[in-house]
């Protein structure tokens, strides 16, 4: 539960006015209502919270539908990683959050691309780090760029979902799984506006989206993407495509 006498100091950055849901689902309800009431508490604008226990999310999974959840570990009917496994199948791209009473527990929800980890005991300070890393996570999903269609109708699509952007003329040509689309604005201008999202320059004019990358013949230097074709990493950025690839920039927001 909230504590009166600490001081909280959140940092909010510049992102939208978006709400997002969240679902804490801990088999201890009134464990789980202290959450809700803290985020609620810290974030009024940015959450909207519900809480579960571990059998009422077991049946309710198959209509879930949140942004966030916070999962415990231990549950006697279902516990976290396995229900992770079960939102993962469904093909949710939604942050997991896990509550565990012991730090070694933690290493389990890797292999669902935990966005965090809080141990129970002392969880307070450390969600409210992961409310701001979620909210920029969240709203950095969700962020549009403003663009016109080949029949040039004027339409919104999502930054994320863009696989490469490049300069014709004076317009930035992007694509996605829907088709082309072009927007008023300069390569650099894009890249700039937009440097929290993982895209990297294979080659002069070019902007490839490192999650569309299916894999790279380092030999041959090619690209090749998701269904997408394939394109050349020039020698002079080859280097620096190479030490971004590496990184693993590309499974920041998958």
């Known amino acids: 539960m ?12 510049e992102w939208s006015e978006m709400s997002f849901a969240v679902l804490v689902v801990d088999d201890d309800l009134d464990f789980a209502e202290s959450v809700k009431k803290d985020i609620q508490y810290m974030f009024p604008d940015h959450f909207i919270v519900d809480v579960m226990s571990d059998v009422q999310i077991l049946n309710n999974i198959n209509t879930a539908n949140y942004d966030l959840y916070i999962l415990d570990i231990e549950m006697p ?22 509550l565990t009473t012991h730090h070694e527990l933690s290493i389990t929800g890797y292999e669902y691309r935990a966005f965090r980890f809080l141990v129970k005991d002392n969880y307070l300070k450390s969600l409210i780090k992961m409310l701001n890393a979620a909210l920029m996570e969240l709203n950095k999903r969700n962020k549009f760029l403003d663009v016109r269609n080949e029949a040039s109708v004027p339409v919104k699509i999502l930054v994320k979902d863009i ?3 490049y300069t014709v003329k004076n317009y930035l040509v992007v694509e996605t799984e829907t088709g082309l689309y072009q927007a008023r604005i300069s390569l650099r201008e894009f890249q700039d506006s937009n440097s929290l999202f993982p895209f990297a320059s294979p080659n002069k004019g070019m902007l490839v989206n490192l999650n569309y990358i299916s894999h790279i013949d380092f030999d041959k ?5 998701k269904g997408h074709g394939n394109m050349p990493i020039s020698r002079r950025k080859k280097k620096e495509f190479y030490m971004l690839y590496a990184k693993g920039v590309h499974n920041s927001y998958d």
């Open 2 to 13: 909230f504590r009166q006498n600490f001081v909280i100091i959140i940092v909010m950055k």
């Open 77 to 98: 009917a279902i516990g976290g990683v396995d229900l992770a496994e079960k939102l993962h199948d469904r093909k949710q791209e939604s942050l997991l959050v896990f």
């Open 163 to 165: 696989i490469c952007a």
């Open 221 to 225: 230097a090619i690209i090749y993407l």
